[in-house]
């Protein structure tokens, strides 16, 4: 379990959910791990258990939307390790469920400012230290939202896209070099998140998943955890399904 040793890893939203148990997994695997939320009591408490088991970790406090979180972010793992090897865009929203002409524009501005403008904001300012030392691996978190789209959530789903195309994009933009952009499109998984959603929509989102059960964390962790790796060598700008077999594409 040392894929990873020595390596640096920026993981956003890891304070909880399927964030954490990547930073775990990243960690279990050997890196050091910048932990980035805008949860500071939670952030403390993951850090530390991380800590704990041995991990060194730095913890950045911010609101991924700002793109001076990304900065911070990348200004504490160069000033500590010297490199980055690592960005998982994890950090997302939910938002309110309802149809496009209940839900106003400034619920889809709060949503794309996680979800879209914060992915944005980390490859802008981690992907020239990557460049840099002609190596990275950027994995980024959408969702099968993303790809079948699902009713009463517009915001969620037309960021979720947005997130894959910029994986696309990205990816193109630097094949041929040693910097890798992936992205995951997960199904539903038992987190904080679902708290965001009535009971009936999670339970359409859950019954769309023809394997009968939700996804685990430590699912999601182990794709990204390779993903994350020099293993993955001929993968960029690529969607990753791990959605119980709910994708048709
Ligand atoms: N849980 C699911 O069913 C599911 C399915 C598909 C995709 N995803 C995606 O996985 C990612 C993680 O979701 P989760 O289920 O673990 O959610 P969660 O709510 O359990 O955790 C999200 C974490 O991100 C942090 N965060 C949220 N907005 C932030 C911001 N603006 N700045 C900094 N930190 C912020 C929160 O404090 C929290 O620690 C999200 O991008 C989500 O869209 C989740």
């Not at 993981?11 to 932990?35: C, D, F, P």
């Not at 998982?88 to 002409?101: E, F, L, P, Q, T």
């Not at 969702?143 to 517009?154: C, F, L």
Request: one cysteine or more; a negative charge.
């Amino acid at each position: 379990m040392d894929s990873l040793k020595g390596q640096v890893a920026i993981v956003t939203g890891s304070a909880t959910g399927i964030g954490y148990g990547i930073a775990k997994r990243l960690s279990e695997e050997g890196a050091n791990i910048v932990m980035v939320d805008f949860d500071p009591e939670m952030a403390e408490q993951s850090g530390s258990e991380m800590a704990a088991r041995g991990t060194e970790v730095e913890i950045s406090i911010g609101d991924v939307s700002e793109p001076q979180t990304a900065q911070d972010a990348v200004r504490k793992a160069i000033d500590k390790w010297g490199k980055i090897d690592i960005l998982v865009n994890n950090a997302g929203i939910g938002g309110i469920n309802g149809n496009i002409w209940e839900l106003d524009v400034e619920e889809l501005d709060r949503v794309y400012r996680t979800n879209f403008r914060g992915v944005f904001s980390f490859c802008h300012e981690v992907i020239p230290h990557m460049i840099e030392r002609d190596y990275g691996r950027v994995v980024n978190i959408a969702s099968i939202a993303g790809k079948e789209g699902n009713p009463r959530m517009v915001p969620y789903s037309a960021t979720k896209a947005a997130v894959i195309g910029l994986t696309k994009s990205v990816g193109k933009e630097l094949a041929g070099t040693g910097v890798l952009v992936n992205c995951v499109t997960p199904a539903v998984v038992q987190t904080r998140i679902l708290d965001e959603f009535t009971p009936e929509q999670v339970q359409y989102m859950v019954d769309r998943i023809p394997v009968g059960r939700t996804g685990e964390i430590s699912e999601i962790a182990a794709l990204v955890a390779w993903l994350s790796s020099s293993e993955c060598s001929f993968s960029t700008g690529a969607v990753f399904d791990i959605s119980g077999g709910r994708a048709t594409y």
